[in-house]
């Protein structure tokens, strides 16, 4: 049977918070020797650190598009039928 999904949304914020809740429950498992539990942990840890470098990527892609229109708009060409002096 295909196991079911379900899409939620978080704030970076919410997500590195949850990544710093996975770590300690991850090591509080090995701790107490729950080898399956801190692998499981590991697992889903691994799965929002990916997430949150999607998220940065975006972000930092976002910005350099930015910044490019912005140059683009204050350019020298932004203007045909300007004439500088």
Same mark, same amino acid.
């Given at each position: 049977m295909k196991e079911s999904t379900a899409l939620i949304k978080? =704030?970076?914020?919410?997500?590195?918070? @949850?990544?710093?809740?996975?770590v300690y429950s991850q090591k509080a498992a090995e701790h107490f =020797?729950?080898? &399956? &539990?801190?692998?499981m942990y590991e697992r889903i840890r691994k799965d929002f650190v990916k997430i949150k470098e999607n998220i940065?990527?975006?972000?930092k892609e976002i910005e @350099?598009?930015?910044q490019a229109k912005e140059e683009n708009r204050n350019g020298p060409?932004?203007?045909e039928?300007?004439? &500088?002096?």
């Open positions: 978080l =704030t970076k914020s919410e997500i590195e918070w @949850t990544i710093i809740a996975l =020797t729950q080898w &399956d &539990d801190a692998k940065r990527q975006g972000e @350099t598009r930015n060409q932004a203007c039928s300007c004439v &500088d002096w």
